[in-house]
């Protein structure tokens, strides 16, 4: 079974604070995808990226970054001098084999992130 | 361009109506997905639809009723419902047939539905 947790529930930062999102899946799969999306208040899910678990390098993209570690299965988010904008629910979520080779998102339960001006 | 339209954005209906939701994407996408999200809970896959066929259903009650009249349309129709199918639904789009790990699900706004 492949499960994906986020165990911080909600966070609350002041504007321009650092804030870190924690993400930890378990797979057996050798090869498999993570994703982050964002949902704020309106309800769209927002993509925001995708790695797959052959690419450990840390990717960066403006105030956004994202820390893979194969060794202990996380994936975790940072946002830099986070923004009123920032507040949403996060989700980390994993590509799942689901069975005649099909594939779907096994999402964790998210992480309310406030940022309060 | 990753946008998936959802109409109406907010439905109100009793449970003897019947109603329909709408989704459209113009990526050529050629996998389109019906998504329930309750409050406070990440979303739950209802079904699949790969090439216009229906790949998948998460065993969900016969109310609700998916139809994918070609590769940019996915209706789900509703009959019968109860108060606690009030939630958000989404759609998703992604390019290949769902059959492969590196799909990307782009997803749309979502309706609201509220069943009284």
């Known amino acids: 079974a492949q499960k994906v947790t986020q165990a911080q529930t909600e966070i609350s930062v002041v504007e321009k604070e650092d804030v870190t999102l924690d993400c930890v899946y378990e797979?057996?799969?050798?090869?498999?995808?993570l994703f982050w999306y964002k949902q704020p208040p309106s309800g769209e899910l927002v993509f925001l990226i995708r790695?797959?678990?052959?690419?450990?390098q840390n990717e960066i993209s403006g105030r956004y970054s994202w820390n893979f570690q194969k060794s202990t299965s996380s994936f975790n988010f940072t946002i830099t001098a986070s923004q009123v904008v920032d507040s949403a629910v996060y989700f980390c979520?994993?590509?799942?084999?689901?069975?005649?080779?099909?594939?779907?998102?096994?999402f964790g339960k998210g992480t309310k992130l406030s940022v309060i001006p | 361009d990753t946008e998936v339209t959802q109409t109406p954005k907010h439905l109100v209906m009793g449970m003897t109506n019947k109603k329909s939701l709408k989704c459209e994407q113009h990526?050529?996408?050629?996998?389109m997905y019906w998504y329930k999200q309750k409050a406070k809970k990440p979303p739950e896959l209802m079904f699949v639809?790969?090439?216009?066929?229906?790949?998948i259903n998460e065993s969900v009650p016969s109310r609700f009723s998916p139809e994918c009249p070609n590769s940019s349309l996915l209706n789900l129709h509703l009959h019968a419902l109860q108060p606690e199918d009030s939630a958000l639904y989404l759609c998703?789009?992604?390019?290949?047939?769902?059959?492969?790990?590196?799909?990307?699900?782009?997803f749309g706004p979502g309706t609201r539905l509220t069943v009284l």
């Open positions: 998703a789009s992604s390019r290949t047939s769902g059959r492969a790990k590196t799909d990307t699900q782009y």
């Open positions: 990526m050529g996408h050629r996998a």
């Open positions: 639809y790969s090439y216009e066929k229906l790949s």
């Open positions: 797979t057996r799969d050798t090869t498999y995808y």
């Open positions: 790695r797959n678990s052959f690419d450990e």
């Open positions: 979520a994993l590509s799942e084999d689901s069975g005649a080779g099909s594939y779907q998102l096994t």
